[in-house]
């Protein structure tokens, strides 16, 4: 019996020993995140009617007000790049030269309480070259911008082939939240003068 107890009492003070001796796991420290620049980084896919694709990437490395934009398409090896652009806020695809071939229409708008709004325009032809289509939204001697601050929207007139531009009318004096002018819209067309494109205000 003595030596039975002697027996368990080595082994209990055996276990506790060997239990002492395993070191101590060490804490996990988990690293500090690092920043990435294709943070926020996506691309969207339009298709158009002739079975190609328009593959547009948006990322900010400078922040969320200024937008770097790449455009490319699943039929061409062309790849259009532009930097400290607006975001995007829409995009739209449509025939309005009635090639046959669907043109890409980016929408940006700036930050900020003007929400000035803008068109990157894209045709890719029977050719496969993708290319840009000229388009400036103000023109100094359209009289038609008088009274307009901003908050524009852009839309599509498959009907008669036109690119919508709608915008609140600003009189003197109204407050950037309350504009008391109505909307007005302009219409673009989209011409051809030699190899260039060009949306043209319709008179």
């Given at each position: 019996m003595i030596?039975?107890?002697?027996c368990l009492f080595l082994l209990v003070f055996l276990s506790?020993?060997?239990?002492?001796?395993?070191?101590?796991?060490?804490?996990?420290?988990?690293?500090?995140?690092?920043?990435?620049?294709d943070a926020g980084k996506g691309m969207?896919?339009?298709?158009?009617?002739?079975?190609s694709k328009y593959f547009?990437?948006?990322?900010?490395?400078?922040g969320a007000s200024l937008s770097d934009i790449t455009v490319h398409a699943s039929t061409s090896a062309d790849t259009i790049k532009l930097q400290h652009a607006d975001p995007i806020t829409s995009m739209l695809v449509n025939d309005l030269d009635q090639d046959g071939y669907d043109e890409l229409y980016?929408?940006?708008?700036?930050?900020?309480?003007?929400?000035?709004?803008?068109?990157?325009a894209?045709?890719?032809?029977?050719?496969?070259?993708?290319?840009?289509?000229?388009?400036?939204?103000?023109?100094?001697?359209?009289?038609r911008l008088q009274?307009?601050?901003?908050?524009?929207?852009?839309s599509i007139d498959s009907v008669n082939h036109l690119l919508l531009r709608t915008?609140?009318?600003?009189?003197?004096?109204?407050?950037?939240?309350?504009?008391?002018?109505?909307?007005r819209t302009i219409s673009y067309r989209l011409t051809k003068t030699g190899e260039t494109l060009e949306l043209v205000p319709v008179e």
């Open positions: 030596k039975l107890l002697s506790a020993c060997i239990g002492s001796s395993v070191p101590e796991k060490a804490s996990t420290q988990i690293p500090a995140p690092v920043a990435n620049e969207v896919e339009m298709a158009t009617r002739t079975g547009v990437t948006e990322n900010h490395p400078r980016i929408v940006t708008t700036s930050a900020g309480s003007g929400s000035l709004g803008n068109v990157i894209v045709r890719m032809g029977k050719d496969q070259r993708l290319s840009k289509i000229n388009f400036t939204a103000s023109y100094l001697d359209d009289k009274g307009h601050m901003g908050k524009d929207r852009y915008f609140p009318v600003y009189k003197e004096g109204d407050p950037n939240a309350n504009p008391t002018g109505g909307e």
